[in-house]
Each structure stands twice: as C-alpha cells, then as structure tokens.
C-alpha cells in the first residue's frame, strides 16, 4: 500500500471508516483523508519528532464541525492513552480485540469520562 490506496480500518471506540493515503513520509509523517469522497471528509495528520531519548507524536484532524470537536478530543485522548501503555507493555493493551458492533473494553467509559471536559472548555 502506499500514497493513493485506500484502506479500511476499525478504530478501538467501534468507528470504523475508510482512509486514503495522501503523504507517508515513513516514519516521520503521515497524512490521511477520512471517508474520501463523502460529506464527511476530512484529514487527520500525524507527525513523528525525535526529542533525545523520546520521541513526540502530534495528531492533528481537520474538517470537524465545531460541535464534533469536544467528542473527537476525548476519543482521541483515549486512543492515544491506549498506545501509550501499548507502547509500555510492549504489545496489546485489549489483547481480547474489538469490532464495529464492541469496541475495545473500558474505551467508551473513559470517553464518557472525558468528554463533559472538553464539552466544557471553551473553544475558538
């Protein structure tokens, strides 16, 4: 696969979706359309820095509804959460999966936590 394919993924909160590959600068940045060619649009972008002995991820999602952003923030806190034990137990942090119909257990209760945060902060 590579820029111009289109895949189909399944997020661990159930969203599932079809992404196409605009830029893989491997492994520092990539950049992806979300349901391409559809009213819902839109990019997420992500970047890969070193900094010493770590390294920084920024994800960056464009072409949200103002009304989306707060649902959008918490979730993508709880992903990123996840692959930050992912990354610290060296392998899977719902090693018993997740689908479409069940997403990964504890992801839309720590959602449902997060979200009245975001709901709340102001945003523009």
């Given at each position: 696969?590579?820029?111009?394919?289109?895949?189909?993924?399944?997020?661990?909160?159930?969203?599932?979706?079809?992404?196409?590959?605009?830029?893989?600068?491997?492994?520092?940045?990539?950049?992806?359309?979300?349901?391409?060619?559809?009213d819902?649009?839109?990019?997420?972008?992500?970047?890969?820095?070193?900094?010493?002995?770590?390294?920084?991820?920024?994800?960056?999602?464009?072409?949200?509804?103002?009304?989306?952003?707060?649902?959008?923030?918490?979730?993508?806190?709880?992903?990123?959460?996840?692959?930050?034990?992912?990354?610290?137990?060296?392998?899977?942090?719902?090693?018993?999966?997740?689908?479409?119909?069940?997403?990964?257990?504890?992801w839309?209760?720590?959602?449902?936590?997060?979200?009245?945060?975001?709901?709340?902060?102001?945003?523009?």
């Open positions: 696969m590579g820029v111009g394919s289109t895949i189909q993924v399944v997020f661990t909160s159930t969203w599932t979706g079809h992404l196409r590959i605009e830029a893989c600068d491997a492994p520092r940045h990539l950049l992806l359309t979300t349901e391409p060619g559809t819902d649009e839109g990019q997420i972008e992500a970047w890969l820095t070193e900094e010493g002995a770590k390294t920084r991820l920024v994800v960056e999602e464009r072409g949200l509804p103002m009304t989306h952003l707060p649902f959008h923030a918490s979730g993508w806190r709880v992903h990123l959460e996840d692959l930050g034990r992912s990354l610290g137990v060296a392998g899977p942090v719902h090693p018993e999966g997740w689908s479409s119909e069940a997403g990964a257990p504890g839309q209760r720590r959602w449902e936590e997060l979200t009245p945060t975001y709901q709340q902060a102001e945003i523009g």
